[in-house]
């Protein structure tokens, strides 16, 4: 049944353009001698009702009454009756309806295909350095490590860092931004981006389904498969209706005698517009936020993300670019030059962003680290040099018996403190500039809703609350350890608000996983990102309430069909029991409004 099934698929639309044919003759042959109308009708319903019926039959195994079951049921009661041209036309209505979804979920589908389109399939690998020697490979052959040649047109083939060259990248296939990116030594290249002028030799980092861009398509064909509450509840409603309809012919038939009419109750019940309503908004939705560069790990968050009253920020990389500088150094202890050695030598081992600020500033040789302890939302406890260090922020300082009163530092900066064997030596201020449209971008969010804005960070309170007022936040809340920041999440969620937390870092995490909704910023780490349930990838604050409006958007548009659907078929059996539709209008009827539903859905592939 499978092999006969798989051959009627592969073969649906020449099977749909053959009885196309047949219509066309069963009326133009009654404009002959020859009739052949019955004949053509009849052979449509088997040509066309075979595929259907075996479909029917495959969800009668796993115990579903589908649709295709109705259907069946219709066109063998219309022929035992010998209603041909019902069956017929039933058959053919239904198949080119069936051919036509099919085609706008292919359609839908195609930014999926745009980006498996742009992956690249060989690299160049380095196989003498020296003389920049190199072989093509398939690009699965690629190790994390590898030396690769990139020319001039050609794509990356995997992340990783410049090695050696420069050039100017085109990065909006992972960013969406069609300027040029500069690359030099050291800065991290994509794969599926474009090198546009320059010739670059990069360090693998990861390959295959570990890029940036493997992860993409990942995430948006899982996202594009999965279903919302809504999908759901309507599969579950497809259950139950169907054995419904299929109940109301037999107890219409049996007191009416009417074998046509309960035939035609079959026929015009079967709710196609509605099932197919919620996938067509729900593909074209996500397939249109993919395209500009937001990915919904379902439709499922956009549905959360369209009842979301609260927004939950993190500061460091969220609201602020997320590269710090030291603005601002003091030094109480010893020489300064040496502390800021033993300060950086520490700071080396972590990925912070305040680290990589710190080991920015100082430039000179580090020490090894012997012992280092990460003390979790305060600081690093290590040894280094000899020395017992302590690098973190005042909450560290306090618990270890330092005092940190009476330090003039830069109240809107990160302040980081650098005790050595239990004397406080240095004090630094570390300045993060707040992303260019932050201010601008909230407002706009405010405008499709009041939304609730909480600003919840690690960082001292007056630091957290300057941040606060530029950018008009309703609350905000320092000294914050991961643990907390969940915690206060919870609370709101207890308060009765839908909250949505947007963070890009690793201790981010506890808070990302408690929210509604969670949301990572494109240059997040790779925790933050997995997860999230909505990512941001061009990485701009833009993106928030450009997401809150698609999603808005594919949600009404899931209703809108939902609401077409039902309507339909309420009209249909009203205007069959007041005598006004028969089979024939009634199907096509209803295979219009299958159409339309579907070209409502198609709306969303213009969002922009």
């Not at 940190?404 to 570390?430: C, E, F, M, Q, R």
């Not at 939902?562 to 205007?575: C, E, K, N, Q, W």
Request: aromatic residues 6%; glycine residues 8%; negative net charge.
């Amino acid at each position: 049944m499978i092999t006969i099934q798989n051959w009627f698929s592969e073969h649906k639309k020449h099977l749909t353009i053959s009885m196309t044919v047949l219509v066309a003759i069963a009326y133009l042959s009654r404009l002959t001698p020859y009739n052949l109308y019955n004949v053509s009708m009849i052979a449509i319903a088997a040509l066309g009702g075979i595929p259907i019926l075996l479909r029917a039959a495959s969800a009668l195994r796993y115990k579903i009454v589908s649709i295709e079951f109705l259907v069946s049921i219709a066109v063998i009661s219309a022929l035992f009756i010998g209603e041909y041209s019902e069956a017929g036309i039933v058959i053919w209505l239904f198949s080119l309806g069936d051919l036509l979804e099919e085609a706008t979920l292919a359609k839908s589908r195609q930014s999926i295909q745009d980006l498996v389109n742009l992956a690249p399939k060989t690299a160049l690998k380095i196989t003498d350095l020296d003389s920049k020697t190199s072989e093509e490979v398939d690009v699965d052959e690629v190790e994390v490590g590898d030396l690769l040649l990139v020319k001039t047109g050609s794509q990356v083939p995997v992340d990783g860092s410049v090695y050696q060259g420069d050039g100017h990248v085109n990065e909006a296939s992972i960013t969406g931004e069609s300027k040029p990116s500069h690359k030099e030594v050291g800065t991290p290249v994509y794969a599926g981006t474009s090198l546009e002028s320059g010739t670059l030799i990069v360090q693998a980092e990861k390959v295959g389904e570990d890029t940036t861009f493997g992860r993409l398509i990942e995430l948006v064909e899982e996202a594009q498969d999965s279903k919302t509450k809504v999908q759901k509840l309507i599969d579950r409603f497809s259950q139950y209706y169907t054995p419904f309809v299929l109940l109301l012919a037999l107890v219409v038939g049996f007191f009416t005698k009417d074998v046509r009419l309960a035939t035609t109750i079959l026929v015009l019940g079967c709710p196609g517009a509605l099932v197919i309503g919620v996938p067509i908004s729900t593909v074209t939705g996500i397939g249109s936020s993919a395209k500009s560069g937001i990915i919904a790990k379902g439709s499922a968050a956009l549905d959360q993300l369209a009842k979301i009253d609260t927004f939950v920020f993190d500061k460091t990389g969220t609201l602020t670019t997320g590269k710090p500088s030291v603005s601002q150094v003091v030094n109480l202890t010893g020489n300064e030059r040496d502390n800021l050695q033993l300060l950086a030598s520490l700071e080396a081992e972590s990925d912070h962003p305040l680290a990589k600020a710190i080991n920015a500033y100082y430039d000179g040789d580090l020490f090894p680290v012997a012992k280092s302890e990460v003390v979790a939302g305060r600081g690093l406890a290590a040894q280094v040099n000899g020395a017992n260090l302590l690098v973190g922020n005042e909450r560290l300082m306090s618990e270890n018996g330092i005092d940190t009163a009476g330090i003039d530092l830069d109240p809107t900066g990160s302040h980081v403190y650098l005790a050595v064997n239990g004397k406080l030596a240095l004090a630094l201020a570390i300045a993060d500039t707040l992303r260019s449209n932050a201010l601008e971008q909230l407002a706009a969010l405010r405008k499709i809703k009041p939304y609730k804005f909480v600003l919840l960070s690690g960082d001292q309170q007056t630091v957290v609350d300057a941040v606060a007022r530029e950018l008009n936040f309703d609350e905000a809340h320092g000294s914050l350890l991961p643990a907390d920041k969940a915690a206060y999440i919870k609370s709101l969620q207890a308060g009765g608000h839908q909250v949505a937390f947007i963070g890009d870092g690793i201790n981010d995490s506890p808070a990302l996983a408690t929210a509604d909704l969670a949301i990572a910023m494109g240059s997040g780490t790779d925790v933050a990102i997995d997860v999230s349930d909505l990512v941001l990838v061009k990485d701009q604050f833009s993106q928030l309430p450009t997401a809150v409006r698609f999603a808005n958007k594919t949600i009404a548009n899931m209703r809108q069909n939902i609401a077409i659907s039902l309507l339909t078929v309420a009209l249909l059996f009203i205007g069959l029991f007041a005598g006004y539709v028969e089979m024939g209008l009634g199907m096509l009827i209803h295979e219009l409004s299958i159409l339309v539903v579907t070209a409502n859905g198609m709306r969303l592939l213009r969002l922009t």
